[in-house]
């Protein structure tokens, strides 16, 4: 694998259980374990998921037209069983309105075909999760 394929986040404590994400170009995302309004970590999954295949959708449709409503949501199970936690039936849904006339209904002709083709081939995190992508975790002396 190459430098140019790498993609690095570091995560560090800021209290009891509240953290700070920070990526390579210097963003910042607060998130929690869910006693606050911040995200937990589980809904940054589902949103990571919904975010990547919005993206892809939105390359191909907003080519031909600005839509006038574009909504994903992500929905799943968190459940715990002899294999531990893990999220189950995990889904993701598109709700999108592309104006009347020639430009709305090619980005509507399109649009089934643009959120089958991210799910199947573009979209980095759902396809992550499908495949079952092994985790290392290591711990540094400090």
């Known amino acids: 694998m190459s ?15 509240r953290f700070t994400a920070t990526n390579a170009r210097g963003g910042t995302l607060a998130f929690g374990t869910g006693d606050g309004t911040e995200f937990t970590p589980v809904e ?36 715990s069983d002899e294999d531990g936690n893990r999220m ?13 006339g020639t430009a709305g209904d090619r980005a509507r002709a399109i649009l089934p075909r643009a959120v089958a083709v991210s799910h199947d081939r573009l979209c980095t995190v759902s396809r992550t999760v499908e495949a079952g992508t092994p985790v290392a975790v290591s711990v540094e002396d400090v």
């Open 3 to 17: 430098e140019d394929s790498l993609r690095l986040v570091t995560v560090e404590r800021t209290g009891t259980g």
């Open 44 to 79: 940054l999954l589902l949103a990571a998921i919904g975010g990547c295949t919005a993206a892809d959708v939105d390359v191909s449709t907003s080519r031909h037209a600005e839509p006038a409503t574009f909504t994903v949501t992500v929905s799943g199970h968190k459940v």
């Open 88 to 100: 189950a039936d995990l889904a993701v849904g598109f709700s999108v309105a592309f104006p009347e």
